[in-house]
């Protein structure tokens, strides 16, 4: 009985001292068997970070729009959609009153301004002698910029109109204004109709569309990483390699998106709207991981690396994430393997 007893009693004395680890080991970093699996790092190839849609923003020369600089009617129409035209090409031809009344003041105040300030100095001479009151030289002089001032407007209606000054004479006597074409393009639009009359800032009367230098206007949601490549792709099948470094780029107050602007590696005219999508390609030092790998850890990123028979947490810097992936830099060699997950006794923070 008392050997059965003791028996029992060393028993229980081995199941503890074997359960029993020393202190340290409590504190331990989770073995490399406690990450639930391993996955391979790779070269950026997420489309929903990489990617984004693009369009053509042409300096003002690529289109062009006719409007009624004054009230006009439509005498006739000199194209149809989808003519080329050139800079300077009659569009249509129209009665404009004040065009022409414009012309005609034009002509009558050159002449006349210069005949009230000559005569004005004339009888400026006299005064010393008595022989003039100031009050008259006073009105010619004051008559004088009263022409001045109809000339100048004169001259301000018939260039809006596309009228050379010089040609005032010539307008009288065709009595239409030929309004022409601002850029070179193909006319998209055409409203004019023979008879048709047009106010002022009411409607176009035709609008062309031509090709222009031009940059390209990106919209992402975070900032790119540092490129080595960056290629627009026009829905025309157009491909345009770009600077990669932005001209500029802004945040947008309505949804927080980046708005950034590219110039094309090579000037090229475009098309202004052209839209497309821009692909960057990141520098060779970053690289794709998944974001659940990431965790921050006293204001650091952190993820766990193995290469070869060693796994190691280490320090990266996180350039840009998506829903499932991340693009980082870091201390990589193309074949190293990175932690999918941190283990359940770890506490993980959202990735940047």
Known sequence: MRIARATVILLALAACTESAAPAGEQEAAPAASAFSRFVAISRPTDASILEAPAVVRAESA????????????IARVHVQLGDVVSTGDA???????EVLDAAAAYLATASQSDTHERRADQLEALLSEGLVD??????LRARAAELRAARLRAIAILRSSGVDPKDAGKLIERGVVTLRAPVDGVVT??????GRSFQPGVTSIARLMGKALARIEVRTAEHWPEASRIVFSAGDGTEIELEPTPVASVVVPEDGTIRSWFAPKDSVALPDGLVGTA????AEDVW??????????D?????????????ERIDVEVLTASGTSALVRGPFTLGDLVASSFPPGETRESTP
């Open 91 to 97: 569009i249509v031809d129209v009665y404009a009153p």
């Open 134 to 139: 100031r009050s008259e030289v006073f009105q």
């Open 189 to 194: 639009e055409l409203s004019a109709r023979v």
């Open 288 to 297: 794709q991981v998944p974001s659940r790998s990431i965790r921050q850890q």
């Open 62 to 73: 690529a289109s062009g729009e006719i409007t009624a600089p004054t009230p006009l009617r």
């Open 299 to 311: 204001g650091e990123s952190v993820l766990m690396r193995r290469r070869g028979d060693t796994t």
């Open 279 to 282: 692909k960057v390609l990141a």
